[in-house]
């Protein structure tokens, strides 16, 4: 019963977790209304359409994670009834899975664009131009901060699991 509780415990974290991304969301969407109504100059006009983007693009994020890990959390008090072991073997295939694919995404790929988006905001000079590149390193950044965090909950959930596993 208490890998059960550990596994719900871990669902439930990354559920607020994942709110983050309806708050940043929200967040970039009220910049955008901000810059559109009380933007006087070019560069905040500019920040309108990338703020919005952005701000649409975290709240499809988010509802698509919310959803997976809610439907998560639903069935594990009957996958882990049905058969504990296969219950914890499939989840730590799933975070060996995840975890791999944060390994590429997050700290791989994601500081990649964010350095090369950096460098090009050098180049242009068009205000939007530079709101959209100075848009998309706040969204990977925000992106990066969130899932550092998944991730590091990943490796103790993961820990848990099979210290739970190895006291039964």
Do not use: C, H
């Amino acid at each position: 019963m208490e890998i059960l509780k550990i596994s719900i415990d871990w669902a439930r974290a990354e559920l607020l977790s994942n709110s983050l991304f309806a708050l940043f969301g929200a967040m970039f969407l009220v910049a955008s209304l901000l810059f559109w109504s009380r933007g006087e100059t070019e560069v905040a006009k500019a920040f309108v359409f990338p703020m919005m983007i952005a701000g649409v693009l975290m709240l499809i994020l988010s509802g698509g994670l919310l959803y997976g890990t809610w439907k998560s959390l639903t069935g594990f008090s009957t996958a882990f009834a049905d058969d504990n072991a296969r219950f914890i073997g499939l989840e730590v295939q799933r975070i060996d899975r995840t975890m791999s694919q944060y390994g590429t995404a997050v700290f791989n790929v994601i500081p990649l664009l964010i350095a090369a988006t950096a460098i090009l905001i050098v180049f242009v000079n068009s205000p939007g131009w530079r709101a959209a590149l100075i848009t998309v390193i706040i969204f990977l950044g925000l992106i990066m901060l969130i899932d550092s965090n998944a991730n590091a909950r990943l490796e103790r959930y993961k820990a848990d699991l099979v210290s739970a596993t190895s006291s039964r």
